[in-house]
């Protein structure tokens, strides 16, 4: 690949119906592209993982993926409450779901940790009241 790809997804809040559905086109990008499966494996989860906490938590955002041939980096971006601890909600099994949420399946406290084990890199950029920005990075080469 010569030049990277770029691609952008909203993500809606509350909007279970569409959950899933930035992974999954982000997904369907890396096979068109003949990104090796395990790469696209676990750039599937963590970004999966990241769209259901955007849709949990936040009032909405989107997620930018940028692909190169030497990696794919995303940004999830959201304008939620913000993550009041990083540390703790980064402890597996740690959730602030609320409880129709987690009646619905969702909200187990995996979607920090697991995005950070399926990444080559991981960082969480928050603000109380503004929004969180989680970057994530899985090399290719």
Do not use: C
């Amino acid at each position: 690949m010569s030049e990277s790809v770029k691609l952008s997804f909203p993500v809606l809040a509350d909007d279970f119906s569409h959950a899933g559905e930035a992974s999954g086109s982000l997904k369907r990008t890396l096979k068109k592209l003949g990104i090796d499966m395990e790469v696209i494996r676990r750039v599937s989860i963590a970004v999966y993982e990241g769209e259901i906490n955007m849709v949990i938590h936040a009032d909405g955002g989107v997620i930018d993926a940028e692909i190169s041939a030497e990696s794919i980096e995303v940004w999830l971006r959201d304008k939620g409450p913000g993550i009041k601890d990083v540390e703790l909600a980064m402890q597996e099994g740690y959730s602030t779901a609320r409880d129709h949420i987690r009646a619905l399946g969702f909200g187990a406290g995996m979607g920090l940790p697991n995005i950070k084990k399926y990444t080559d890199e991981m960082s969480i950029e928050t603000e109380i009241g503004v929004g969180t920005t989680v970057y994530l990075k899985v090399n290719i080469t």
